[in-house]
Every structure is written in structure tokens, then in C-alpha cells.
């Protein structure tokens, strides 16, 4: 079936088939079933950012009050109705509890083997230092931390490539996506949950500049999407509980709710999570809804802390509410006066996070184009493990900061100094990167000295930029608080020794730091103050956090996005932002939407819709009245049906028995529908025998009766808020006879950005096949 879908582009001028781009005939173009051309780049074609990949399909959270779903509500309401709803939000409240439990669960395991494991390779390789210190012999250690450091991260990175590649980051980007509406293949299943979780353990062991907070988010996210259904689709065990949670709708609130859980994990901050999915994720949201996430992170947090506090040997003592401790700052408060110093250090953050992402975006690009093949990607793992062995080697080789030895030093290293000295350098390269933070943050004056922060602050600056993108799971939020704990604590020691009596704690101009370079990667501001609040205890710096956040926020964005928006774009995502392009009244429906349009009759032959579904990957169709058709433009709007209701429909044979027959061979109910959800049959799976094509199926029980419909002259901007709000998958565009004339998708909007770079304005981006 060859059908032309046109639409001009309106401001490049360009002819978009069926909105995807075709710049010159032939070349680079391939045919997809649906007869639409599909401009299929090479690597050194185009730049990431500025396309739009059509692999990306929506939510559907648009409740479908269609016949069967209007019968059942009837039914429930004669016979049972408050036990129902009491029932249902019974339920509801139970599997957040499960997702908190199970997401404090997994990161207790997650803490308890890193320590483990990074505790026996400190171990180890700290006996070899001891024992030699010459210049030879000192090589020795070296190779072993180098040997172990490879064998742990190749762990690390194989899970990944060869695993599940969609495990690999920091997972908040995907789950960002999937909150606002679009599905990243695979992002949440329990494969990936495997992957990224035994992954995260072997990359932080192995000593790569990455945390272990943000894959606990999106841990908590797949835990949720799994839990909340009641089944598993990749174990084929359907527990047969939860049927009601089985739509996107439901599934999307409850992995808020395991994203928030899985911030309170990492931070110990139940409210920081609760304002994390408000601020970072769910793009839509309710009141009750936000109760309910705040007891999964709170059970969640609660926990963590009693399983921790048992590994701890203090149960009950409940003092690890997360896997991150900044240690207690109580009693330190700041002066008026620094707050302008603190704006500043923002001013610093937001510049530093800036050149951050710069650098990681052209890095990204890189990889994308060059660095893509599975033995390259694992090949760069171990070369960037390599570098980082040999700089903090290098660092702890040639400093001369020898320090007393205290409690607070986790895997004290003599080497070079004297007897009951350690060395500062190897305190904050030896050891895991949450220690170093509270070794910066805690550290009593004039223990670390400027010789060792500067190295240490450039070193990591570079490698998280390395590492942030490789083939293994790695949390941002630890290396951008380390490089920022070290260039704050430097400009500290900096004041303190201007004027001591004034500027008496190096450790608060730390966190400052801290809290300024991340705030200047990954943009948020909200959810971070009360995150950073949370996990130092400490709401006396509130105002400080939250100057600084907002200040290097602001900074950042004049150069460029936040780190994990730019990761969305360089996976051309069709992710829909907070508000419309601005100045785009003038672009109307009718600019933007697709036609013709693939309609189906109220009525329709099961050979036209086996057709469709072959020849076609759109996933929802209008749905017209045969009867009163007329004109070019097909009959009158009834309703909308999708994809996964017609295969539902096609392998239960819900069709008549005979051509001539009218009844249905088999009564469908919702169940049938639930049962599938997720994973819907592929159209090939389905056997059609050509008798039954001649059969039709009556649709108009099935489809969805009142989707939401604009006539063209609806601008972009109203549109778009349409799809925001309500979470739409599709818009049908109808004439004043409510006839259909067009289709209007998430990717048709995306795909319209506002850009101020080189003064471009509104820019129209191309949808293509990769
Ligand atoms: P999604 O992928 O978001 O889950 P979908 O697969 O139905 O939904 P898209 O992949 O976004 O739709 O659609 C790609 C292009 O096809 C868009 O430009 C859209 O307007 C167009 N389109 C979608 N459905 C139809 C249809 N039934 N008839 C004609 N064009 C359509």
C-alpha cells in the first residue's frame, strides 16, 4: 500500500513525507513498510541534536472510556462501589510500600557489596604500598590497583554492551523520558535492573569517577514499573494481582514514585525525592499522588536505615537513613556577609558546569559517531580506567602532604611520610568517592593543603567529564560534588587566609562548592537545596544552597543545557519541555499535522486491518462513519482505536464467525486487554487465515469514543498545551463537518524547538530512522 503523507515544512521550505525528513532522493533513503520515506543519515550526516529518532513511542494516558470500560464501571457501581474504591486505594498505598521496601533492598545490597568489594581491593593494595616505597618497588602496588581496577570495570562495561546497553549512565535522562510521556525501549525491565544495578557495584569498586545515587534511581523506577503490575513479562509469571494497574496511566505514577523512593535511598532525603520526580520527572501530576510518593520514599528511606544500621552493628541506632553521608554539620552557621561570596562560587558553579557540559556534549558526539561497536566501547572503559589509576597514582606519588593520623581516614597510606603520618593526596584518591566527599567536607583546617586540592580538583573535573557517557552505569552527583567540594574548599583555605577570625570553616565553603558545580551540570534547584539539606542534616544552609543553586543555574543556561537534557537531545528523544516555543502562535494545526490520514470504518474487514497494521507503524487510528461518506476527505469522526486494542482484538478472533454474519465469534472483555499490557503481539505473530479476512470486527465497542479533536486553526502553542496536560498520544484534526483532515502526534510537535543559538529562532527538526 503506497500512500504519500505530506507536509510541508514551513520553515525550512523543505517537503517532509509523512514528517520525516528527505533532503535528496535516493541517496541514504530507505523504504519502510508503511510506504513512507525515511531518511536514514550516516554517522558524519548529521549532528544528534539536531534530529528527532521516530524508534520513540508514547504513552497513552488518556483513560480510554470506550463501551467495555463504561459496561464494567456500571457493573461495579451497582454492586459494589465502596468497597471498590476502598479496595483500589488500598492498593495502591500497598505497592508504594512494596516499592520502598524493595528499592531500600536493593541498595542496601548495592552499598554492602561495593564496601565490600572496594574495601578488599583498598586492603589489599595498601599492604603492597606499605611494604615498599622506593622508587622501584613502588610499581608494584601500582600494577595490582591498575590490574584490579581493569578487571572490575571490564565487569562493569560487559554487562552493559553485552547485556542491556540502556543501562549504561546515570538512568535519570531515560527515566525523565519515560515521565514525560515517551517509552525508551528496554528502560524498564528487569534485565536492566540487573545490569545496572551489579554494573554500578563493579564501576564504583573499580574506582571510575562515578557515584552509585543515580542508578538508584532509576533502579527504584524499574522496581516500581515491575511491581505495580502484578507480573513479569520477562519471567512469563503473572501473579494476577494489580489487573486495575495494567495502563500507562497507572504505571507512570507509581514509577514517579520508585524514582522518588530511589532519591531517598541515595540521599537519605525522602522530601528531596518527592521534589526530584515533581521537578525532574512527572510532567503530570496530582494531589494525592504526592502523598503516596512521599510514603514510598519515606518507607523506603526507613528501610535503608534499619538494614544499614544492622550491617553497621547498630541496629536500630537509625543514623544511615541513605547510601551517602555528608556527616553532621551541626552547629556551624555562616555570616551575612559571605552570602555574597556564596553567589559568587555560585557565578564559579554555574561557569564550571558550563564548561562541563561542553565538553561532555563534544565527547558524546564522538562516541555516537566513532565509538559505537561493542569492542571499542569496552576498549575505552578499560583506557579511561587506565588514566585514572595512573593519574590518582601519579597525584598520591608526587605529593608531600603528609598529615597526622586520625579515625576519620579510611585506608590511611604511609608511603613517603613519617612514622604516625599519612598521606592527604592518597586519603582522597585511595579511598571510595563518598569518603572523599566527607573528607573534604569535614576535614579539620589546614589537613589538606592547596597543593593537594588543586591536582585533585583538576583531575576529577576531567575524569567524571571522561567518564560521564561510557559503556557502564555511573551516577553523576558524587564526581561533580567531589570536583566542587575541592575547588570550594580551596577558595576556603583561600579566605581563611586572608582573614581567619572571619572566615574560620574551609569545610562549609566545601559544600558550597559542592553544591555549586553540580548545580551548574545538571540544573535543578528545588529538589537539589532540599536534597543537599537532607543529607547535611542542616537547615540552617537552606537560603546559602538554594542562592547558590538558582545562581549557577542561571549561569549555566546562558551557554547551555542541563547535562541530562542534553543527553535526552543527543538521543534525538522526542521529549516534549515544560512549555510551547515561544512566538509560534502563527504555526497552526493544519501546518503541523499529517495527511491523509489511515482511517478505519466503524465496521471494518479484518483483511484491511491485518493490511494496515502490516503495512503501516502508526499506532492510532481515527476511527469514521462508512455511511454518511462523502467527499475527499472521508466520513465523519467517530472515535479512535489503537494499535495495541487491534491486535488484542485480531488474536482472540473477536471477529464474526462467517463474512455474512454479524456477531462476534468471541465476547472480549477489559482483562483481555490488561492481561497483554505491556507487551502487545506483533501483527506478524498473528495468524490470519484468508477466510477469516473476509470476516469484520465492529469497532465502535472497542475504540475510544471521545478523543480530543481540533479543527486547523488550533495554533502550536494550544496544542502543545493540550498534549502537556493531558498527557495525549494522539490529535485528530477535523474540518467544520467533523470529517478528519489530519493527525497530529508527539513527534509533530517535538520536533518544532526554539532555538537562540546563531539567532535561528524557531527551527523545524527532521524525524529520522536511527
Ligand atoms: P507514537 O510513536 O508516538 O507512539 P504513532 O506511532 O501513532 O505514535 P508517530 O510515530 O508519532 O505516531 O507518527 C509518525 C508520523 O505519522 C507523525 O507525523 C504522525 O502525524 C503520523 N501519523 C500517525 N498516525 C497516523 C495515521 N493514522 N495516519 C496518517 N499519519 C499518521
Known sequence: MERAHENTSLLSGRVVQGNHYTEEAGKGIRRRNAGVAVH?????????????????????????????????????AQKKIHSYIWQLEVKRWFVMLLIGMITACIAAVVDICIDKLAGSKYSLVALYFEDRTDNM??????????????????????????????????????????????????????????????????AVSGGLAVGKEGPMIHAGSVVAAGVSQGKSTSFK????????????????????????????????????????????GASFWNQSLT??????????????????????????????????????????????????LFLLMGVFGGLAGALFNAINYKLSVFRIKYVYKSVLCILEVIVISILTVSLSFLSIYLSNDCQPITDSVQYPLQLFCGDGEYSASA?????????????????HEGSIKPTTLIPFCLIYFMLATLTYGLSIPSGLFIPSLLAGAAWGRLFGIFLHYLSPDLFSDTGLYALIGAAAQLGGVIRMTISLTVILMEATHNITY???????????????????????DIHIELHSVPLLKWGP?????????????????????????VGKITEILQQNEHNGFPVIDPYDQSGMHGGTFRGLIIRSQLSVLLKNKAFTSWPTSTAPRRRIE????????????????????????????????????????????????????????????HLVVTDGHNRVIGMVTRKDLARFRYSSHRERGLQELPVVSI
Not at 550516516?42 to 494516558?61: A, R
Not at 591498575?146 to 538512568?171: R, T
Not at 544552597?545 to 543545557?561: S, Y
Open 670 to 729: 477489559l482483562d483481555d486487554f490488561r492481561n497483554e499490557y505491556p507487551r502487545f503481539t506483533e501483527i506478524e505473530d498473528i495468524s490470519i487465515t484468508d477466510r477469516e479476512k473476509e470476516c469484520s470486527i465492529d469497532l465502535r465497542p472497542f475504540m475510544n469514543p471521545s478523543p480530543y479533536s481540533v479543527s486547523k486553526e488550533a495554533s502550536l502553542p494550544r496544542i502543545f498545551r493540550l498534549f502537556r496536560a493531558l498527557g495525549l498520544r
Open 427 to 443: 586519603a582522597l584518591f585511595f579511598s571510595t568517592p563518598e569518603q572523599s566527599v566527607k573528607t573534604l567536607f569535614h576535614a
Open 137 to 202: 618497588t613502588i610499581l608494584i602496588p601500582f600494577f595490582l590497583w591498575m590490574s584490579i581496577d581493569i578487571a572490575l570495570v571490564s565487569v562493569a562495561s560487559l554487562l552493559v554492551v553485552y547485556g542491556e546497553p540502556v543501562a549504561a549512565g546515570s538512568g535519570i535522562p531515560q527515566i525523565k523520558c519515560y515521565l514525560n510521556g515517551v517509552l525508551v525501549p528496554h528502560v524498564v525491565r528487569v534485565k536492566t535492573l540487573v545490569c545496572k544495578v551489579v554494573g554500578i557495584v563493579f
Open 237 to 280: 509469571k503473572d501473579f494476577k494481582v494489580f489487573k486495575n494497574f495494567r495502563t500507562d496511566h497507572e504505571k507512570r505514577d507509581f514509577v514517579s514514585g520508585g524514582a522518588a523512593a530511589g532519591v531517598a535511598a541515595a540521599f537519605g532525603a525522602p522530601i528531596g525525592g518527592v521534589l526530584f520526580s515533581l521537578e525532574e
Open 542 to 564: 537552606g537560603l546559602p544552597l538554594m542562592l547558590v543553586l538558582i545562581t549557577a543555574k542561571w549561569c549555566g543556561d546562558i551557554f547551555n543545557h542541563g547535562l541530562y
Open 40 to 76: 536514514r543519515p550516516s554517522n558524519e550526516e548529521f549532528e544528534p541534536t539536531e534530529v528527532l529518532s521516530d524508534k520513540y513511542q508514547s504513552s497513552d494516558y488518556d483513560v480510554i472510556e470506550n463501551q467495555l470500560y463504561c459496561e464494567e464501571e456500571q457493573q461495579l
Open 291 to 340: 502523598w503516596r510518593i512521599f510514603f514510598a520514599s519515606m518507607t523506603c528511606s526507613f528501610t535503608l536505615n534499619v538494614l544499614l544500621s544492622y550491617y553497621n552493628g547498630n541496629p536500630w541506632s537509625l543514623s544511615s537513613p541513605g547510601l551517602i553521608n555528608f556527616g553532621e554539620f551541626t552547629g556551624i552557621g555562616y555570616h551575612g556577609y559571605e552570602i555574597l
Open 581 to 605: 516555543p515561544p512566538l509560534s502562535s502563527h504555526v497552526k494545526a493544519g501546518d503541523v499535522m499529517s495527511r491523509p490520514v489511515i482511517t478505519l470504518n466503524t465496521i471494518e474487514s
